[in-house]
């Protein structure tokens, strides 16, 4: 890139054995003098590809988090991505026939609906105290109440808190309406042995269930 390397590469070509040793010299001296140069122009590409604000720009990252908060950021943030991990997997196995995509906005559905934006906390690593958000800038308060909004979920989905008896309706509404889908499943392939079944599984019912279950059918059928 450089024409004085580029020249004295061409001269040391057809150059005699006496010439060649003198011209070596200069093209070394040469190359050592630009070599902090290229150096800096290296890092600063290399900077170009790797940092937060550079990631952010090309959209491979949503936000920068200051690295004092860190650790709270990720660790929240990874307690709530764990534990949505494995209430979709209890979802799953209430509902097998149910598609992820579906399960999943069920349960963000549930979530928005019962944590609420609270105060901007930050907890303190190696101790149970909060830190003081009270002179925290508007960039700090929005890393806190992230860390906040993370914990309050992951608490929820853990089953901590009244918050997660909406989560618990989500999971039996859930069983319930597999148990529809495949008492009507069936019912379509065999109608008569399905009945049969039905009608074998209400006998073993206390008799207060099965007035239940007959006003139901009563009221089905009525309505029909």
Not at 47 to 63: E, F, S, Y
Not at 65 to 77: E, K, N, T, Y
Request: net charge neutral.
């Amino acid at each position: 890139l450089d024409p004085e390397v580029a020249a004295l590469k061409m001269q040391l070509s057809g150059a005699s054995e006496s010439e060649r040793q003198g011209i070596a010299d200069q093209l070394k001296a040469r190359q050592e003098l630009l070599l902090p140069l290229y150096q800096r122009v290296a890092e600063h590409y290399a900077d170009l590809h790797d940092v937060p604000t550079r990631m952010q720009a090309k959209g491979c990252i949503h936000g920068v988090v200051d690295w004092q908060f860190s650790r709270q950021f990720f660790c929240g943030r990874l307690r709530r991505r764990l534990a949505e991990q494995a209430f979709l997997k209890k979802m799953k196995e209430a509902d097998p026939s149910g598609d992820r995509s579906s399960h999943k906005e069920t349960m963000h559905k549930t979530v928005r609906a019962n944590v609420k934006e609270r105060r901007p906390r930050m907890p303190s690593f190696g101790s149970d105290d909060l830190l003081d958000t009270s002179s925290f800038g508007s960039g700090e308060k929005e890393v806190a109440a992230t860390v906040e909004r993370d914990t309050k979920i992951a608490d929820m989905l853990e089953g901590v808190g009244s918050e997660s008896e909406a989560l618990k309706a989500v999971l039996s509404d859930l069983k319930k309406k597999s148990i529809r889908e495949g008492v009507a499943n069936l019912a379509a392939q065999d109608g008569e042995a399905a009945l049969e079944g039905f009608t074998k599984a209400v006998q073993d019912l206390p008799l207060e269930k099965r007035q239940e279950i007959m006003n139901m059918l009563l009221s089905s059928v009525s309505n029909c």
